[in-house]
Every structure is written in C-alpha cells, then in structure tokens.
C-alpha cells in the first residue's frame, strides 16, 4: 500500500476514472448524451474529443452508440478521431514534460515493471520482435477504448516524430471509432 501512494498523481488520475465509471453507472450523466445526440457530425467530433481520456471513455461511448444511427459512420468517425487527436496530442504532450512523467520514470524501477522488462528483453526475444509487440499493444490500446494515456505512454518512450504520432492517433482512433459506430448500428438494428 505505502508503494502506491508513493504515486500520488496517478493514484489520483486512477480514482478519478472510478468516481466517473460509478458516477456514469448511477446515471449522472445522462445530460451528456443530450448535449451530444441530435448534434450529428460536431456531436462526433466532441464525443472524439472525450474518446482518448479514461475517465471520459465511457461518456464517449455511450454518444457514439446514442448517434450511430443518426450519422454515417464513414464521415463521423474521420471527424471524431480528429477530435480524439487532439486529445492524444494534450496528453502526449503532458506525459513527455509533466509531473505524470516523473511518476512513470520512477514507476519503471518496480519490480513488476522490471519483471515485464526482463521478459521483452531477454537474449532470445530479437529487437524488431519487441519494437513490433509495443507498437502493435499501443496501437491497439489507441484504437480501443482503453484509455489512450496507456498507449501514449508507451509510445512517448520510444523515438517518434509528431508526424508519425500524429498518423497513428488518427488513424488507430478513426478505426477504433469506426467500429464501436459500425457495432452500435449492427446490435440497434
């Protein structure tokens, strides 16, 4: 218990997507999917805006379901990864020069992180193999609705242009988002 206190922002950050989970299963949030739903395509572009932060996730998902049949997901979710971008770059940016990422360095020194470490790197696992895993568990966090910091966090440790961030944020969220429409309209009929 003392070891996760030592972590206090992220302990934080932790809670905070709690409180919204509970918060949202209690339905206080229900306001939320009136501003969004009927707003079409702007609607989609600020539910992306809420799509790449964890304790905003669920609030997200439950507009993208609520507008599915209202807007043609081939347009709403280029718009709505925009917006997801946006977000992406807000955090990528806090996760490379902020107090989150003296956290995560000191988090890198557990004996859990150092286990997983040890693992990925072990003389037998090729380096093009492990770049190949992180890329593809952080696309796949970006593109899911996982909280997006995760897989921020994993790329803003390796050497990667804004460009490249930039492709892979929008495209993972806009294929991410594409799907989640796509489902929501094929389970509503």
């Given amino acids: 218990m003392r070891e996760v206190l030592s972590y206090p922002r992220l302990v934080a950050f932790g809670a905070c997507m709690g409180a919204a ?7 206080m949030f229900e306001w939320l999917d009136g501003r ?3 707003f079409g395509y702007p609607g989609a572009f600020a539910a992306g ?3 790449s932060y964890g304790f905003t ?3 997200a998902v439950a507009a993208f379901i609520a507008m599915a049949h209202e807007v043609n997901p081939f347009i709403a979710a280029p718009l709505a990864g925009a917006g997801a971008f946006l977000s992406d770059l807000v955090i990528f940016e806090l996760l490379r020069v902020s107090f989150f990422g003296q956290e995560l360095e000191r988090l890198r020194h ?3 992180v150092a286990r997983i470490h040890t693992l990925l790197h072990h003389e ?8 190949w895993m992180l890329w593809t568990l952080a696309c796949i966090v970006i593109a899911s609705p996982l ?4 897989g921020v966090a994993l790329l803003s440790g390796t ?3 804004e460009r490249a961030f930039a492709v892979i944020c929008v495209s993972m969220n806009t294929l991410g988002i594409l799907i989640l429409l796509l489902l929501a309209r094929a389970i509503q009929g």
Avoid at 21 to 27: D, F, K, R, T
Avoid at 147 to 150: A, K, N, S, V
Wanted: charged letters at 20%; glycine letters at 6%; a positive charge.
């Fill in 21 to 27: 989970y509970v918060l949202y299963q209690i339905g």
């Fill in 124 to 131: 037998s696992t090729p380096e093009r193999l492990r770049k």
């Fill in 110 to 112: 557990t004996s859990l």
């Fill in 49 to 51: 805006l809420l799509f």
């Fill in 159 to 161: 050497k990667l242009s």
């Fill in 147 to 150: 909280p997006d910091e995760i």
């Fill in 57 to 59: 996730t669920p609030f």
């Fill in 36 to 38: 969004l739903h009927g």
